[in-house]
């Protein structure tokens, strides 16, 4: 399966148009309608051969199937009918959908969502998991059809209607029933959805989901009306472990954002609710005051409080926080400018911190200051599975990304300095693939994904003996090496990351080294430098000979021994 944009450095993926591979794409388009000199080929045009192309690509796949426009809205065209109908043709046989996704995409005109669609689906009611209908595609189709849709669908486990008006209370009551009764269904997002401008649908939408484990409600810009709705519903659930209430903040009242009005009670609720996951992303919070800090409760998993205004004492409530080695095991920061003095507090917080796995602090303004504390972070924490610096500023190679790379995660001056290296933490540093060939982020972050911290140490001195060649190869430090260990030593040497086949998951693409056969001529080095190898050619004593057996002349099981002790006299 494709995926949209680029792998970081020597991995890059297949070149896209949206999530669509360019090479097939192209060629679909010049059987469509020849070159661009042709007379029905325009700029404007573009959106029709891509959703034409998609259809004919999508309808190929047997297990998860997406039409999606990736840009703006791509609206209905009486010309791609054909496509669609095509598209329905091949896909009605198919029993083994496990996913559904159609995006920014206006469907044909009803009755084309439940004559031909809604059949499709069905046929995979036993596999399907994942339904999406978003971006203003229920336009066409109406919630009272997916209200009817989820009774069909019992397997069900997450569906995404985002980005639709949902105004027609009618249907959000069919929907709210639907989703009440449904046997399976764990996750809804609803984000972008006008529910604020409603409270009665919001109250039939909460109603429905008293038996999730996932709600998302973002952008939704609900009232203070809106908002006691949610905290009541937070007090009566049990079921609910992720709530998502991510930029409503436009209303406001007392010179405050509802969400920083609404904190005491939702942090109070929180101390007695399931709720282990809270995303209150560019809510305008500071964290500063007493109120605000009591968001940071014990009983949170992960805790999303990106793009906000965290000051310094919000900086100071989230240090202390953290020191108390709380079982917060995600915590995401970005985008509130933090710089070098965050850098520090934050960072001398994780050698201590042994429960926190994943650190999100892109979008913030770490400079060369701030670097030092990073490195010490990484090299005294073992627990730390991922840190987000991506747009930072930070440069590429001196003073920046390489030398955190070089002293924390890859210190390849000697094979100690490896073993002493990060082997848990994947790091990003860049957002984009610039730099790569000379910091290796992406191989390394592949390396420290590994199982076992084992497995990244024997990838890294590879990477630097073999493929980068950061340490030269002495065949004299192995010269020692004991019998029993020689086998891998053999087998080591004749792997290099990114020649025949190894470590392909890691560095993706397959290079092959001309001129001499390097490793034919290590494992030469390594076998003549070898102390033990003249003792294998050494003559030994030679065969045993084993003692001749007299052969018995009567057939009594007696040993030897007893034989020739016996005598007339003791027999008497």
């Given at each position: 399966m494709?995926?949209y ?15 669509l591979p360019l ?28 959703i ?14 997406s ?5 703006t809205?791509?609206?209905?065209h ?7 109908d ?5 896909q009605e046989?198919?029993d083994?959908l496990?996913?559904f996704t159609?995006?920014?995409v206006e ?12 059949p ?7 596999h ?28 069900l486990v ?6 639709n008006q949902l ?7 069919l ?15 609803l ?5 604020g401008?409603?409270?009665?649908a919001?109250?039939l939408?909460l109603?429905?989901s008293?038996?999730?484990?996932s709600?998302v ?5 609900f ?24 930029h409503?903040?436009?209303?406001k ?9 609404f ?5 109070q ?32 998993m ?9 000051g ?18 995600g915590?995401?920061?970005a ?7 965050a ?11 042994t429960?926190?796995a994943?650190l ?8 060369k200051?701030s ?6 972070a990484?090299?005294?924490?073992s627990?730390l ?5 991506t ?24 094979l100690?300095?490896?073993i ?19 910091t290796h982020?992406?191989e ?6 590994l ?50 086949g ?34 294998l ?12 057996v007299k052969?018995?002349?009567?057939a009594?099981a ?5 034989d ?9």
């Amino acid at each position: 399966m494709y995926y949209y944009g680029y792998d970081y450095g020597y991995g890059s993926g297949p070149r896209m148009v949206g999530d669509l591979p360019l090479k097939e794409y192209s060629h679909f388009r010049s059987k469509l309608v020849g070159d661009s000199s042709d007379t029905r080929y325009c700029a404007d045009s573009e959106q029709l051969f891509q959703i034409q192309f998609t259809l004919h690509y999508q309808s190929l796949n047997r297990n998860e199937v997406s039409i999606a426009s990736t840009n703006t809205k791509t609206p209905y065209h009486e010309d791609v009918l054909p496509n669609w109908d095509a598209f329905v043709k091949r896909q009605e046989n198919n029993d083994s959908l496990t996913s559904f996704t159609i995006s920014n995409v206006e469907l044909p005109p009803m009755p084309f969502f439940s004559d031909k669609l809604v059949p499709i689906l069905k046929n995979s009611a036993n596999h399907l998991v994942s339904l999406e209908l978003s971006r203003n595609v229920l336009k066409n189709i109406g919630i009272a059809s997916v209200a009817a849709l989820l009774k069909s669908l019992r397997n069900l486990v997450s569906l995404v209607l985002k980005e639709n008006q949902l105004t027609n209370e009618a249907g959000i009551k069919l929907l709210s029933k639907a989703m009440k009764k449904h046997p399976s269904l764990s996750h809804v997002d609803l984000s972008y959805c006008s529910l604020g401008e409603s409270t009665s649908a919001l109250s039939l939408i909460l109603k429905g989901s008293e038996k999730l484990s996932s709600l998302v409600l973002d952008y939704n810009d609900f009232e203070s009306d809106g908002m006691e709705l949610i905290i009541k519903f937070l007090k009566s659930n049990t079921t609910l472990t992720a709530l998502s209430l991510r930029h409503n903040t436009e209303t406001k009242e007392g010179g405050k954002t509802l969400t920083q009005n609404f904190l005491k009670p939702i942090a109070q609720t929180l101390e007695r609710s399931s709720l282990r996951e809270l995303s209150l992303r560019g809510s305008d919070l500071t964290l500063a005051t007493k109120v605000e800090s009591k968001v940071l409760c014990d009983m949170l998993m992960h805790i999303d409080l990106s793009y906000n205004r965290i000051g310094v004492q919000g900086l100071k409530n989230v240090v202390t926080y953290l020191q108390g080695n709380p079982p917060l095991t995600g915590l995401n920061l970005a985008g509130n400018s933090f710089r070098k003095e965050a850098g520090a507090s934050l960072m001398g917080v994780l050698k201590r911190n042994t429960n926190l796995a994943h650190l999100n602090l892109r979008h913030n303004s770490f400079s060369k200051a701030s670097i030092p504390f990073i490195i010490d972070a990484l090299k005294n924490n073992s627990t730390l599975l991922t840190l987000d610096l991506t747009d930072n500023k930070l440069k590429a190679k001196s003073g920046g990304r390489k030398e955190i790379i070089d002293k924390a995660l890859f210190e390849s001056t000697s094979l100690q300095s490896i073993i002493d290296s990060n082997h848990t933490c994947q790091v990003y540093l860049s957002s984009n693939s610039w730099g790569n060939r000379e910091t290796h982020e992406a191989e390394l972050r592949r390396i420290n994904a590994l199982d076992t911290a084992g497995q990244s140490i024997r990838f890294k001195v590879s990477l630097a003996m073999f493929t980068l060649k950061t340490i030269q190869f002495n065949p004299l430090a192995f010269q020692h090496i004991s019998l029993e260990l020689m086998p891998r030593l053999l087998e080591f040497v004749q792997q290099q990351v990114g020649y025949g086949g190894y470590g392909k998951n890691i560095w993706k693409v397959n290079r092959k080294e001309r001129g001499k056969n390097h490793v034919l001529s290590r494992i030469y080095e390594v076998m003549t430098g070898w102390s033990m190898l003249p003792s294998l050619f050494e003559r030994g004593p030679g065969k045993i000979k084993k003692k001749a057996v007299k052969k018995r002349k009567h057939a009594f099981a007696f040993k030897e021994a007893d034989d020739e002790e016996w005598t007339p006299s003791k027999a008497n």
